[in-house]
C-alpha cells in the first residue's frame, strides 16, 4: 500500500492542501490562517540534513475550518530535515463525548496513540511520531486525579509521558483563552498541588503554559517538587500584545530575569520555540512573502539565545510548536533557522538541542539519535 493508498483508507488524503486555520480565542488572540499558496512561495536548502532532530511538541486535530492529522504531519517531517521522532503534547482534540467529564481527556490518549502506532509500523518511513503522549488531566481534581492518570497510562501504553494543564492568565483579561480559562494563582493553589503530587508519585512530567509575569510561580513549584520533570513551554511566552505592547525592553527585561531564577531549579528544563504564535508580534504572517530561515533567525534570536545561555544546550530543546506556527513559517524555514541559530554550537551542543535534550526528558529511550 503506497502513502496515498494508505491514507485514501483512514478517510484523510488531501488535507495537505486545505487551508488551516489554527483557531484561537476571539480577540487579540483570534484565529490565524495556516496559507499553503503563501508559505510555498519560499523554498530552501536544508541545512545540516544529517542532524537528527526528535521535535518534542506539536498538536494533531480537527477542528472547525482547520484540520492537521497524521498527513499533514508527515508532509512537514518529509520537507528535507531529518526528523526521527516527535512528542505529542494536548490540543482538546478527539475527547470522548461521554463518561465523566474528567475522564474524557482519556479520548486524546487513546487517539494519539493509534497514530503512533501508524508510524511505529515503518509503513510511512522511519520517523516515530508521537513516540511520547503529553495529556490532559484536570489538575484541580487533586488527589482524585489518580484514577485518569492511571487511564492515561492504560491508554497511552508506554508512550504516555506526562499532563499539560495550561495555566495562562493574565490581568489584561483580552489575552486570557476562553478555551483553557485558568483563575490567577493556580499553580500555588494547595488543591491543584495535590493534583501535582499525584503526578509527580506516578513518575510523569508536567509541561508548564504559562505568560512571562507568571514565570516566578512555576519556579516556587520547581522548587516544592524537586523531583519532578517540569518543561517550560514556548519560551516561557514573552507577551508583546495587549497591555504589553510597546513595552518590549521592559517585558524583555523581566522575562530574561524571571528565566534566570527558574534555571536555578535542576528539574525545569525549556521548548525553544512558540515564536510564531500572536503573543510574541515578531509580524511573520503579516509580511507579503514567508519569511526565510534567516528572517527568522534574526527576529527571533534574544529569545533563542536567552534561553539557551539559561539553561544551558542540556535543559533546552527546539520545538516546532505545529501546527500553530505555521501561520508564521514553514517548517522546512524553522528547522534551518534553529540550525542557524545554533550555527557556532559544538556538536554536543546541537546533539542535545536537536534531539538529546527531548530524549531524555520524555524517557525515548527506544529511540536512537545515531
Known sequence: MNRREFFTAVGVVGATTRQLAAQGPPGLLGGAVVRADWLARHTEPILEPDLPIIDPHHHLWIRPGSRYLADDLLADMSSGHNIVATVYVQAQSMYRQSGLPEMRPVGETEFVNGVAAMFASGALGRPRACAGIVGRADLTLGSRVEPVLLAHLRAGGDRFRGVRHITSWDADTRLNNPDYPSPPGLLRDGTFREGIGVLARLGLSFDAMV???????????????????????????????????????????????????????????????????????????????????????TQCRPYVETCIETFGASRSMFESNFPVDKVSYSYQVFWNACKRLVSGASASEKAALFGGTAKRVYRLDAISLG
Open 211 to 297: 505568560y512571562h509575569p507568571q514565570l516566578d510561580d512555576v519556579a516556587d513549584l520547581a522548587g516544592a517538587f524537586p523531583s519532578l520533570p517540569i518543561v517550560l513551554n514556548h519560551c516561557g511566552v514573552p507577551m508583546r500584545i495587549g497591555a504589553y505592547q510597546g513595552r518590549h525592553e521592559e517585558v524583555f527585561a523581566r522575562w530574561s530575569a524571571s528565566l534566570r531564577r527558574l534555571a536555578t531549579h535542576e528539574n525545569v528544563s525549556v521548548k525553544v520555540g512558540g515564536l510564531g504564535m500572536r503573543y510574541a508580534a515578531l509580524g511573520f504572517a503579516e509580511r507579503p512573502d514567508p519569511p526565510s530561515s534567516d528572517v527568522v533567525a
